[in-house]
């Protein structure tokens, strides 16, 4: 069980060192690579040149357009995005090399691009770029969409590909939701036509996008809504669409409506409005970590314990791009949003461009979501355990006037006396340290343990009851992947996770 979890905790910190756009750009530039090895083959439908001239034209329209509307509007172009709604449109559309099939997917590529400024509400938009593109243009009769990223010869790397992306994005059960309503439904229906259930089964993966538009287009984050709940219900809803295959005539709901219709049921469970945040200032907590602060210019909804992605362009990017998630570390009714960072040494093109921020100065949030909350009867007893910069989503969840009324012990496990830090909001809460060296006087409600990291049996002494209480577990994939068995070798069952990947 160690060893396998020492391997997850390797493989979560390989992936995050990618963004998840960076993750999914190179997930579909290999999957076109390998789409134009099959044509060479002879193993698509498509030849090479029908690829690479749709391959160009989705890219450039979709970047091209981009560029234009932020122009237009005096906003950042997000160059990775436009290039990401491209690569969608080249597997969702009909390839062509003629004239009016180049028209299409063009037209499709400038009306995705373009939705992101006007089919909006509040400064958020609604729907996926690609799929909308994929509708206007069908609608319009002026092109089709064919997601021939579903045949056999794609199965394999697509499937692959997939699953990956669920497990960065800890979208597994959602992807679970969709793929047995999706699949169980279209089986149903075809062996109800008189199709073998094995062969309907074997059908349905190779023939229909259940995989792709699944690991590509519905987890993307923006047109989710925020908590795991809701997103399992928008999953549901396009699984049924999908599978269902309803026509209204003229208009067949084929897999980009399907889409289309949960991201407008996503858009009325989330965040309504554009966020903008106002820098405020921040303050070094210690000599690897800081505290940013903002004022919303409107007041914005979230749970503490959950997560905001920051978008913030700026001059000579590094590889991690322009968006960036962070756990909120103030309190939901304080009128303030303020995040804990890790610093690098030295630290990246993002957190470097916060820093530097002047106060005053904007910044966009994309979304707020995540699951890490505190359950919602206050008398449950609780253990949190956070590892460094992992005490931020627990400072959120303190700080609110719950905080204070709930049985709460947080094991702080820092890896030096100098990064210790939050240790005056902290001050009245039970808390057990775990840290080398000396780190100095410390507040009367603290104690401190025997070591640098704690043992089970030193977990059953400081928390005697850990059993009945849950478990809250915080900090990079390395502290998870080692707390979890101490944990659980002390006792505690219920243990729910939040993995700082890529920090």
Same mark, same amino acid.
């Given at each position: 069980?160690?060893?396998?979890?020492?391997? =997850?905790?390797?493989?979560?910190?390989?992936?995050?060192? /990618?963004?998840?756009?960076? %993750?999914? *750009?190179? !997930? $579909?530039?290999? @999957?076109a690579a390998y789409a134009f090895i099959l044509s060479a083959?002879?193993?698509?439908?498509?030849?090479?040149?029908?690829?690479?001239?749709?391959?160009?034209?989705?890219?450039?329209?979709?970047?091209?357009?981009?560029?234009?509307?932020?122009?237009?509007?005096?906003?950042?172009?997000?160059?990775?995005?436009?290039?990401?709604?491209?690569?969608?449109?080249?597997?969702?559309?009909?390839?062509?090399?003629?004239?009016?099939?180049?028209?299409?997917?063009?037209?499709?590529?400038?009306?995705?691009?373009?939705?992101?400024?006007?089919?909006?509400?509040?400064?958020?938009?609604?729907?996926?770029?690609?799929?909308?593109?994929?509708?206007?243009?069908?609608? =319009?009769?002026?092109?089709?969409?064919?997601?021939?990223? /579903?045949?056999?010869?794609? %199965?394999? *790397?697509? !499937? $692959?590909?997939? @699953?990956?992306?669920?497990?960065?994005?800890?979208?597994?059960?959602?992807?679970?939701?969709?793929?047995?309503?999706?699949?169980?439904?279209?089986?149903?229906?075809?062996?109800?036509?008189?199709?073998?259930?094995?062969?309907?089964?074997?059908?349905?993966?190779?023939?229909?996008?259940?995989?792709?538009?699944?690991?590509?287009?519905?987890?993307?984050?923006?047109?989710?809504?925020?908590?795991?709940?809701?997103?399992?219900?928008?999953?549901?809803?396009?699984?049924?669409?999908?599978?269902?295959q309803i026509s209204i005539p003229p208009v067949f709901l084929?897999?980009?409506?399907?889409?289309?219709?949960?991201?407008?049921?996503?858009?009325?469970?989330?965040?309504?409005?554009?966020?903008?945040?106002?820098?405020?200032?921040?303050?070094?907590?210690?000599?690897?970590?800081?505290?940013?602060?903002?004022?919303?210019?409107?007041?914005?909804?979230?749970?503490?314990?959950?997560?905001?992605?920051?978008?913030?362009?700026?001059?000579?990017?590094?590889?991690?791009?322009?968006?960036?998630?962070?756990?909120?570390?103030?309190?939901?009714?304080?009128?303030?949003?303020?995040?804990?960072?890790?610093?690098?040494?030295?630290?990246?093109?993002?957190?470097?461009?916060?820093?530097?921020?002047?106060?005053?100065?904007?910044?966009?949030?994309?979304?707020?979501?995540?699951?890490?909350?505190?359950?919602?009867?206050?008398?449950?007893?609780?253990?949190?355990?956070?590892?460094?910069?992992?005490?931020?989503?627990?400072?959120?969840?303190?700080?609110?006037?719950?905080?204070?009324?709930?049985?709460?012990?947080?094991?702080?496990?820092?890896?030096?006396?100098?990064?210790?830090?939050?240790?005056?909001?902290?001050?009245?809460?039970?808390?057990?340290?775990?840290?080398?060296?000396?780190?100095?006087?410390?507040?009367?409600?603290?104690?401190?343990?025997?070591?640098?990291?704690?043992?089970?049996?030193?977990?059953?002494?400081?928390?005697?009851?850990?059993?009945?209480?849950?478990?809250?577990?915080?900090?990079?994939?390395?502290?998870?992947?080692?707390?979890?068995?101490?944990?659980?070798?002390?006792?505690?069952?219920?243990?729910?996770?939040?993995a700082f990947l890529g920090y």
């Open positions: 069980m160690a060893g396998r979890l020492k391997w =997850l905790s390797r493989f979560d910190t390989f992936l995050g060192r /990618a963004t998840m756009y960076r %993750l999914v *750009l190179i !997930l $579909l530039l290999i @999957l083959l002879g193993l698509l439908a498509f030849t090479p040149a029908e690829l690479g001239v749709t391959f160009a034209t989705a890219v450039i329209t979709s970047w091209g357009g981009t560029r234009v509307m932020a122009m237009m509007l005096r906003a950042r172009p997000h160059t990775e995005s436009s290039v990401i709604t491209g690569l969608l449109l080249f597997f969702v559309m009909f390839p062509s090399d003629d004239a009016s099939g180049v028209a299409g997917i063009a037209l499709a590529g400038l009306l995705a691009s373009a939705s992101k400024y006007l089919i909006v509400v509040r400064g958020r938009h609604i729907f996926n770029p690609a799929a909308f593109g994929a509708v206007a243009v069908t609608l =319009l009769g002026l092109g089709a969409a064919a997601w021939w990223a /579903a045949n056999p010869a794609m %199965l394999p *790397l697509v !499937l $692959l590909a997939t @699953l990956l992306i669920l497990y960065r994005t800890r979208k597994l059960p959602m992807g679970a939701v969709f793929i047995v309503l999706a699949v169980g439904i279209l089986v149903v229906r075809l062996a109800a036509g008189g199709t073998d259930p094995a062969a309907a089964l074997q059908l349905v993966f190779v023939s229909y996008p259940v995989l792709f538009l699944l690991g590509f287009m519905l987890t993307e984050p923006l047109t989710l809504p925020p908590r795991r709940w809701q997103q399992l219900l928008v999953a549901g809803v396009v699984a049924v669409v999908l599978a269902l084929g897999p980009e409506y399907a889409l289309l219709i949960g991201n407008a049921v996503a858009f009325g469970m989330g965040q309504r409005r554009r966020i903008r945040l106002r820098f405020e200032g921040s303050r070094q907590l210690t000599p690897t970590s800081a505290e940013v602060s903002f004022i919303p210019d409107k007041p914005v909804r979230f749970e503490p314990g959950q997560y905001m992605e920051l978008t913030l362009p700026h001059a000579r990017a590094d590889r991690r791009g322009f968006r960036r998630i962070f756990s909120i570390s103030s309190a939901s009714d304080d009128g303030t949003v303020r995040f804990g960072l890790r610093l690098s040494d030295p630290p990246s093109s993002f957190k470097a461009a916060l820093l530097n921020l002047r106060p005053g100065a904007h910044v966009d949030a994309t979304s707020v979501a995540g699951d890490f909350l505190l359950p919602a009867d206050p008398s449950v007893p609780l253990m949190l355990f956070a590892g460094g910069i992992g005490v931020t989503p627990f400072l959120s969840q303190l700080r609110s006037p719950a905080g204070a009324e709930r049985d709460i012990i947080l094991i702080y496990v820092v890896s030096a006396p100098d990064e210790l830090g939050y240790v005056d909001e902290l001050a009245n809460f039970r808390v057990v340290l775990f840290c080398p060296g000396e780190p100095g006087p410390l507040p009367a409600a603290w104690t401190r343990g025997g070591g640098s990291f704690p043992s089970a049996d030193e977990l059953r002494s400081l928390v005697p009851d850990l059993d009945r209480r849950r478990v809250y577990l915080s900090g990079s994939p390395s502290t998870l992947a080692r707390a979890k068995p101490v944990i659980r070798d002390a006792g505690g069952r219920s243990i729910r996770t939040d």
